[in-house]
């Protein structure tokens, strides 16, 4: 157990709305990371950090922002969310051992629905 | 661009069976592999992770190999029972910290 927590777990919106999700650690690892899945497209990167304000894009950025503001948190906007952002989004850190072996661990997720 | 294809998408096996699932990637330059499991509606647990500079790792009935220099790799489970039916992803880990998945094998094991 990484200590993972993703808030909420479930959440209904309408189209235009802003959506914030919430990943928090405990353990104070550096990387963390935002998935969407979807069927038949399997995981697909958003964002990713790196450490505290530190964050690039992954594969499929557009509409979605993040923030890490200290280790343990790392928030995925959605500034106005489209239906086509109705998905189940992933958190996931990356464990780095002793030599560096990078295993990353998810969280339990947040199914969004954007009617 | 790297990509993760796993071949079967599905499979349906009687208990007792073993299994090989398989993964391939396009680019070799990779840092490691790791496979999940994921239960329907829950997250991804993760089962093996290989270095780049290992070629199996073993974790129970579970053992998975890593072939570099083909783009390969296998998820071997001895002994197949109910409870392991599950969707089994890989992905792999480039240098600049990304991991990328294939869209997963989604594996019945009937009793």
């Known amino acids: 157990d990484a200590g993972i927590t993703q808030s909420p777990r479930h959440k209904v919106t309408e189209t235009g709305t802003p959506v914030t999700l919430r990943c928090h650690q405990t353990e104070n690892h550096r990387y963390m990371y935002w998935y969407r899945q979807d069927p038949g497209h399997g995981l697909r990167l958003i964002h990713y950090?790196?450490?505290?304000?530190?964050?690039d894009k992954g594969e499929v950025s557009d509409g979605y922002s993040v923030s890490r503001s200290k280790t343990e948190d790392f928030l995925l906007t959605l500034e106005s969310a489209t239906s086509s952002q109705t998905s189940v989004y992933f958190c996931?850190?990356?464990?780095?051992?002793?030599?560096?072996?990078?295993?990353?661990?998810f969280g339990e997720g947040s199914r969004l629905t954007v009617l | 661009k790297q990509e993760v294809t796993q071949i079967p998408a599905a499979l349906s096996v009687p208990e007792g069976e073993n299994l090989v699932l398989n993964c391939s990637f396009t680019?070799?330059?990779?840092?490691?592999l790791q496979w999940f499991r994921q239960d329907p509606g829950k997250g991804l647990t993760s089962l093996l992770l290989i270095q780049s500079s290992q070629r199996e790792q073993t974790s129970g009935r579970l053992n998975a190999s890593l072939d570099k220099s083909s783009g390969r790799s296998t998820l071997y489970i001895a002994a197949s029972q109910p409870g392991d039916s599950a969707t089994y992803l890989c992905a792999v880990r480039d240098n600049t910290d990304k991991l990328i998945f294939g869209t997963g094998t989604r594996l019945q094991v009937f009793p």
């Open positions: 996931a850190i990356s464990v780095l051992g002793g030599r560096d072996t990078g295993e990353l661990f």
């Open positions: 680019d070799s330059a990779i840092y490691n």
């Open positions: 950090s790196y450490g505290v304000k530190d964050t």
